[in-house]
């Protein structure tokens, strides 16, 4: 099945669930900035869940299919497409996504999942390096994408259970665990509030509010950072990393945002704003645990409702 | 060896006070000792200067919460190098990188060169002439963070980025010294330039240079630059 890119949309990229293994070449796992939405839009379409689909970002591409297909559309909500439910696509019909309603980037799954060739072990695009995805690049208008053959269609009337989904807001509390300089930086990260810059990217979430100031300054000896860190240049001005960051930082890291948050972040459009509240540890693994938990009962459940069509 | 948390998915473990040969090689030995036991659950290894991070999938640790930080950090334990030093490593590799100095390809020769004190050719000399050892890769794919700058050659960034610097180019921060393996934004001096890809993502591995390796600058003719394959 081919699918014609009519609108590409602010920034649209194939992403899967990121590389693994070549962090100390420099290259970062990447994948899609909200990993909860795309396998959950996955599932939905009868898909493996680190299959690749298309992250879209704040503005939604018109999609035409040569064939009819399955979509799931989650993540950021957008005028015109269902939430977090399957619908189908019919062939020579097109795939729009209006007006941005919730959250930034949508994850986009459409059954048999996109094919593209892997790099370095990912189907993602890292633009930076201009590898993966549809030709190392973001979609252009013009620009044919091309998906594997699917078995499986959704039957029924249902709908997934939404208390498994992240708490998403334009203003949501992240849990944070303490980085290896938080005591530098006093309380001054979780007592405000800090909004989203506009020079955003996949690489970092660029904050603007209380200034993170270290008093004993000094230069650190570079090491390995990740998605999620909070680390502050001397500006004071906390940037949190995201799935294309640099692989190694050398500012100081006053936090990381735990894993099970990180969706939170993904969704976060210039304007919004983010607090950050204290988490442990043994809280993030448990989270980690329960998401799991969920995720599996929405397998075992989408196990009946998908079928071999 | 000190073990800390990075984030609820990575320990990071801390094997010196700062950026020396002795450290690195510590460093490497801990890191192709967790590389080579790899288990389940473990995902990556990245050797930097004094650190070796160890990332790991919590999702593959069995409950009780907080068990997968625990397990790992013994997993590190165990591949910790023995007393009395790390084992003798294979000999480094010593990989020598062609650069074609100053000109058009180096535009801030000049700049490091009169800080220095130095004509443009015998900062280049100077630049070639030393040793460097690759602590790290990292900032973009294949980018080596290289120490070994002789002192003279020690020059501040430029107050103003380059939106652009092309791949290739071979640079200096303060006392740094490395390649730009892909065309990015850059604010280190531009000295010169390489045909070398550092970067190549059909490869495996896909950086040209790795933490450990040996590297020497070979001064070419801008000829010879444009006739490299």
Redesign the interface.
């Known amino acids: 099945m081919e699918i014609a890119v009519i609108r590409a949309g602010m920034l649209t990229t194939v992403q899967d669930l990121g590389r ?8 970062p ?1 990447g994948g899609a900035a909200d990993p909860f939405a795309l396998r959950v839009a996955n599932l939905l379409v009868g898909n493996p869940e680190d299959s690749p689909g298309l992250e879209v970002t704040l503005t939604g591409p018109e999609l035409e299919f040569s064939q009819a297909a399955w979509v799931a559309v989650c993540g950021a909500r957008f005028e015109g497409v269902p939430a977090w439910k399957p619908f189908r696509v019919e062939a020579g019909g097109r795939l729009r996504l209006g007006a941005r309603l919730q959250g930034c980037r949508a994850l986009v799954s459409v059954s048999g999942g996109l094919e593209v060739e892997p ?2 072990g990912g189907r993602g695009t ?1 633009a ?4 993966g995805g549809f030709h190392g690049r973001a979609l252009r208008a013009g620009d044919v994408l091309r998906t594997a053959p699917s078995g499986r269609a959704p039957t029924g009337h249902w709908s997934i259970d939404e208390r498994i989904l992240p708490r998403y807001s334009a203003e949501p509390s992240v849990r944070v ?1 303490p980085g ?1 300089h938080a005591g530098e930086f006093g309380d001054a990260l979780h007592s405000g509030r800090f909004a989203v810059a506009a020079e955003s990217d996949r690489m970092g979430i660029r904050l603007r509010g209380p200034k993170l100031a270290r008093p004993g300054g000094g230069d650190l ?6 998605p ?2 909070v680390q502050v240049p001397p500006d004071g001005n906390p940037i949190v990393l995201m799935a294309d960051a ?3 930082g050398g500012y100081p ?1 006053a936090a ?4 099970v948050d990180q969706p939170l972040l993904a969704q976060l459009a210039p304007g919004d704003a983010v607090r950050f509240v204290p988490a ?7 989270l ?2 329960a998401r ?1 938990h969920d995720l599996g009962l929405l397998r075992q459940g989408l196990a009946e409702k998908i079928r071999p069509a | 060896m000190k073990l ?7 320990v ?1 473990a801390t094997l010196g006070p ?2 020396d040969p002795e450290t690195l090689a510590l460093v490497l030995a801990l ?1 192709e000792a967790v590389g080579a036991a790899r288990g389940r659950g473990i ?9 070796v ?1 160890v ?1 790991y999938d ?2 593959q ?1 069995a ?1 009780p ?5 625990g397990q790992v950090c013994q997993f590190v334990e165990s591949c910790a190098p023995r007393p009395g030093g790390p084992a003798p490593r294979a000999a480094p590799r010593l990989v020598e990188i062609p650069v074609c100095y100053g000109g058009e390809l180096g535009p801030d020769l000049g700049t490091v060169a009169e800080r220095a004190g130095l004509g443009g050719a015998e900062a280049a000399a100077l630049h070639a002439g030393a040793d460097y050892l690759v602590y ?8 080596p ?1 290289l120490g070994g700058l002789p002192a003279g050659l020690h020059t501040p960034r430029r107050a103003t980025p380059r939106p652009r610097v092309a791949a290739g180019s071979v640079g200096i921060g303060g006392a740094q010294t490395g390649v730009y393996p ?1 065309a ?1 934004p850059g604010g280190w001096q531009i000295i010169g330039r390489t045909p070398l890809a550092l ?1 190549r ?2 490869e495996n ?3 040209l240079l ?2 450990g390796d040996r590297v020497r600058f070979r001064a070419i003719s801008q000829a010879e630059f444009e006739s490299w394959k």
């Open positions: 693994r293994g070549h962090l100390s070449e420099g290259v796992a790099v370095l890292l930076s390096a201009g590898i665990v290896l000896v570079s090491a390995a950072v990740a999620g860190t640099q692989t190694l890291r990381h945002v735990i894993s442990t540890l043994a809280e993030a693994h448990a980690i645990h799991e | 800390e948390p990075l984030g609820d998915s990575a990071v700062g950026i890191s995902v990556d290894v990245v050797p930097a200067y004094s650190t991070t990332f919590p999702a640790f409950a919460a907080g068990g997968a930080y790290a890769i990292g900032f973009t794919p294949g980018f963070y892909l990015s970067f993502p059909a591995p896909a950086s790795g933490p």
